[in-house]
């Protein structure tokens, strides 16, 4: 059964409108809307508005909707890993590793939160650790640029200079531009002066250089790693407006 079918089954279901609002568009504000309207009190009405301030960055509100969601739904696919997220976004990595954790727990296959705890784990110096997790995501959802770098730095504080060198080859071969391609030259050449060798590890350095110029002249929006969860910006400001809060 397809969402607008189940929707005309079931049409004030907030599971449903949630979904619905994702959807984008002037479609997303009225059921959105409607969700905040009907619904104040669910936990989807709360991860409405903690996407909304995260959106905003406004990150200790985001925090607190996501907890309220997430006591009213603690088995809530998601909850837990934009939860962390708000965590990994004021850089409160032990906080963010414990959410993604329990995402993992939740789904076992998603990429996302094994990637996600991966980086969590890496950015507290966890470099075995992280790595179990990051070459599980890309186990899961292969090939993907921002896992194969983070498996390279993990391998490279692992002192597993063989593997890291591996993960940035694979990297440069899907993106041989932008931040990640950059950051993977520099990487590069910091293994190859621990090894002494100083001409490549200066070619690499040129490789960086040529490609922070051309970042700097030119800067394309951004986009995370995985995006479904934060690529819709949710149009219903005046009804956030009228419902700030889900819960007293």
Not at 165 to 175: D, F, G, P
Not at 199 to 212: C, I, S, V
Request: aromatic residues 10%.
């Amino acid at each position: 059964m397809n969402l607008q079918a189940a929707l005309e089954k079931r049409p004030n279901d907030p599971d449903l409108l949630y979904y619905q609002g994702r959807a984008g568009g002037l479609l997303s504000k009225q059921s959105i809307d409607t969700l905040l309207a009907a619904y104040p009190r669910s936990a989807r009405a709360c991860q409405a508005l903690a996407e909304n301030y995260f959106v905003l960055r406004q990150m200790p509100d985001a925090e607190k909707q996501y907890q309220q969601a997430l006591q009213l739904r603690p088995d809530m696919p998601n909850l837990h890993l934009e939860l962390g997220q708000v965590y990994a976004m004021t850089s409160r990595w032990p906080q963010a590793e414990q959410q993604f954790r329990a995402e993992v727990k939740l789904q076992p296959g998603n990429a996302e939160a094994e990637y996600r705890l991966g980086e969590a784990l890496l950015q507290q110096g966890k470099s075995r650790e992280s790595r179990t997790e990051l070459e599980r995501a890309d186990r899961l959802q292969p090939q993907m640029p921002e896992t194969l770098y983070a498996i390279g730095k993990a391998a490279a504080l692992d002192g597993d200079a063989a593997a890291s060198e591996k993960a940035w080859i694979s990297l440069l071969s899907i993106e041989k531009e932008g931040s990640l391609a950059a950051q993977a030259h520099f990487g590069w050449a910091g293994l190859y002066r621990k090894q002494g060798k100083t001409a490549e590890a200066e070619q690499q350095m040129r490789e960086f250089q040529k490609l922070q110029a051309a970042s700097a002249q030119h800067r394309p929006m951004s986009y995370q790693l995985y995006p479904q969860h934060y690529a819709e910006y949710f149009m219903f400001k005046s009804t956030f407006n009228m419902y700030w809060t889900c819960i007293p």
